[in-house]
């Protein structure tokens, strides 16, 4: 079973930036759609990203758009997901995901594996 282990998390002040890793034991995430979603308290899961199998194809929700960039290294089983110009309500707690599904999916529905996340705290 594939198991996905998120890390990079912590606290950063606004302006700043991080990078996330996440790394799948277990199994490969060659021919996978891997995904990044954010939940801070008292409000649903969020997309933020999405890349495709082969990483030609990348996905951001709105407010990521220009801030956060995805990428993948298939041979090393691990996906990014670096932040930049971060803000307070940046604050939440990172998952990243696997789908095997072909489509690029930007719903939590569309994922079938996840790691327990990461935390991101943007404060002062």
């Known amino acids: 079973q594939v198991q996905l282990i998120e890390s990079g998390g912590g606290l950063v002040q606004p302006g700043g930036s991080l990078k996330l890793s996440c790394v799948a034991s277990?199994?490969?995430?060659?021919?996978?759609?891997m995904g990044w979603f954010r939940q801070a308290p008292g409000r649903e899961r969020e997309f933020v990203s999405a890349?495709?199998?082969?990483?030609?194809?990348?996905y951001y929700s709105d407010s990521g758009k220009g801030r956060f960039t995805a990428s993948r290294d298939d041979d090393k089983n691990t996906v990014y997901l670096e932040m930049t110009s971060l803000k307070p309500e940046d604050t939440a707690f990172y998952h990243c995901?696997?789908?095997?599904?072909?489509?690029?999916?930007?719903?939590?529905?569309?994922?079938?594996?996840w790691g327990q996340g990461t935390q991101v705290t943007v404060a002062s």
């Open positions: 277990g199994g490969t995430i060659k021919n996978t759609v």
């Open positions: 995901a696997l789908s095997r599904s072909l489509y690029v999916g930007q719903r939590a529905a569309d994922f079938a594996i």
């Open positions: 890349i495709s199998w082969a990483g030609g194809n990348i």
